[in-house]
């Protein structure tokens, strides 16, 4: 694994111009009902800006409930925006409709977090790769499309004499592969990952993690990897996008961000990360205090106050804007003086 971090976060001559650009995009869900028998507002996703070069691998980590996965989701477009915009290649998707909305969707697969629920348990290895090929047209013979499915499997590492079984004739590391092969199917630009290594063995999540690096290389790929583990992201991405309920706190290189986290919020991930050296049980972690705030009454000025033991009157009262500090974007008063110990 060691080897291959150091190629990822080489200088990346394949990293091009922005593929996706998401520009302040919020997203709310109404919910009703409960005891008070009233409706309210989740803030899912609050004002986010950010960009994903074509060839690169952008990596969005927070708690559960941050927001992570409903981003992935307006990319897209499973979820309708509550306002902002996003751009694909330079098209506005919230104007695309129909046809055009169905073309661009050949470039936009999603790679799901459970590969035993993602997968339809009625339809057997062909039936489930071959059906975004079957959906859009792709060939016109059903020979030509069980050569692109043998293709694909044996792409993922799925022996081919097995496109006939069923999902349940399969281990989790078996079933994500197939999930992959889906994926891939289209030859899509970006691939949303969301969290696709969290429901397997650690093994497992190595030679998945491996596969979707070659893949990267091979394809040329590129990534929204989802994730709440740092080890993961740390070997996968090229960048890191921070969120904290729905706001985004820091974005940077994943070297520069592991290295030197300037956000709080990022510095207390990072410090709460388990280190594999016994000598090291005892050491005084810095760990975050009190409960994650509702999204449905987040709090004033900045959303992480609550939390953080350097908040001040400023960040009670005002909310932070993202700036360029050492290089990256963040999200808070007082960075430049700021160092957990």
Same mark, same amino acid.
């Given at each position: ?41 989740? !803030? ?21 409930? =941050? ?17 902002? &915009? ?22 936009? #697969?999603? /790679? ?22 079957? $959906?859009? *047209?792709?060939?016109? &013979? ?7 499915? *043998? ?21 989790? @590391? #078996?079933?994500?592969?197939? @999930? ?12 949303? =990952? ?12 190595? #030679? ?7 893949? #990267?290389?091979?394809?040329?790929? $590129? ?10 992201? %740390? ?5 890191? =996008? ?8 820091? /974005?940077?290189?994943?070297?520069? /961000? ?5 956000? +709080? ?10 280190? +594999?050296?016994? !000598? ?12 994650? +705030? ?8 900045? *959303?992480?106050?609550?939390?953080? +033991? ?5 960040? /009670? ?8 500090? *050492?290089? %990256?974007?963040?999200?808070? !008063?007082?960075?430049? =003086?700021?160092?957990?110990?």
């Amino acid at each position: 694994m060691t080897q291959a971090l150091l190629e990822k976060n080489a200088e990346n001559p394949a990293v091009k111009g922005d593929l996706l650009e998401v520009d302040h995009v919020v997203k709310e869900f109404k919910v009703s009902g409960g005891f008070r028998k009233s409706s309210a507002v989740v !803030h899912a996703v609050s004002d986010v800006s950010f960009s994903i070069r074509e060839g690169e691998t952008l990596a969005m980590v927070g708690e559960s409930g =941050c927001g992570k996965s409903t981003m992935g989701r307006l990319i897209l477009q499973l979820l309708e925006l509550t306002s902002g &915009t996003i751009r694909f290649e330079g098209r506005d998707l919230g104007e695309l409709s129909g046809e055009e909305l169905r073309h661009i969707r050949k470039k936009m #697969q999603i /790679i799901f977090q459970d590969p035993y629920a993602s997968l339809n348990p009625r339809m057997n290895v062909f039936q489930i790769i071959s059906e975004p090929l079957t $959906t859009h *047209r792709v060939y016109a &013979t059903q020979k030509e499309t069980e050569e692109r499915v *043998r293709e694909l499997m044996r792409i993922v590492g799925i022996r081919p004499e097995f496109i006939n079984r069923y999902p349940h004739q399969f281990s989790g @590391g #078996q079933r994500q592969r197939i @999930g992959i092969a889906r994926a891939l199917a289209l030859n899509p630009k970006l691939v949303v =990952c969301d969290e696709p290594v969290s429901a397997l063995d650690v093994s497992i999540q190595a #030679q998945i993690l491996n596969l979707l690096h070659d893949l #990267q290389k091979e394809m040329q790929l $590129t990534y929204l990897f989802i994730s709440h583990d740092l080890g993961v992201v %740390r070997y996968i991405s090229d960048r890191v =996008c921070v969120m904290f309920l729905g706001k985004l706190c820091e /974005i940077g290189q994943t070297e520069d /961000i592991f290295k030197d986290p300037l956000h +709080p919020y990022t510095q207390f991930l990072l410090a709460a990360v388990p280190k +594999p050296d016994p !000598h090291l049980r005892r050491e005084k972690k810095a760990l975050l205090k009190g409960e994650m +705030p509702s999204p449905v009454n987040p709090p004033s000025g900045c *959303r992480f106050h609550t939390r953080c +033991p350097y908040a001040t009157d400023r960040c /009670i009262q005002e909310e932070p804007q993202m700036r360029e500090v *050492r290089g %990256r974007r963040v999200a808070c !008063h007082n960075v430049e =003086c700021l160092t957990i110990q």
